[in-house]
């Protein structure tokens, strides 16, 4: 096909994050609890045109206090719980919409063609809620 012009594209890359202690606080009261065993799964981190996902290993700890639960995990810098996403996903997406005045399907867009990343609607509002929660703001210039 002349006149195409091909972008080639980078292999996905993977880079490990580790947070797993032998013990680790409870959320709730503090008092250290013991690992049991640990998880690993793949979320996906911003990087132009490449797919990058990190690697998240957590340890889940059993509580040696009284709270209302029995287990707990542990959370690397930068992940939030049970997230598909790191939060500087989350943090761009926020800036795409209220610093640039994007709508969603345009912030949507954005972020496939330049990190290759494909959020759904309902992430778009979780991200919006977790910047409220979080305080998260930017100065504007």
């Known amino acids: 096909m002349l006149g195409e012009r091909v972008i080639a594209e980078k292999p996905a890359k993977v880079e490990k994050r580790t947070h797993a202690p032998k013990r680790y606080p409870c959320p709730s009261c503090g008092k250290l609890g013991r690992r049991i065993f640990t998880r690993t799964r793949r979320v996906r981190h911003l990087a132009h045109r490449r797919e990058v996902w990190w690697e998240v290993t957590v340890g889940v700890y059993q509580a040696k206090c009284d709270c209302a639960r029995e287990h707990f995990t542990s959370t690397v810098p930068g992940v ?3 997230a598909e996403y790191t939060n500087a996903v989350r943090e761009k997406l926020v800036d795409l919409i209220v610093r640039d005045h994007l ?3 345009k912030a ?3 972020l496939a063609e330049d990190f290759l990343i494909k959020p759904s609607i309902g992430f ?3 991200a919006l809620e977790w910047a409220g929660e979080k305080g998260f703001s930017r100065r504007v210039s």
């Open 108 to 110: 949507i867009k954005h």
């Open 124 to 126: 778009i509002y979780d």
């Open 103 to 105: 709508s969603n399907y």
């Open 80 to 82: 939030e719980v049970g």
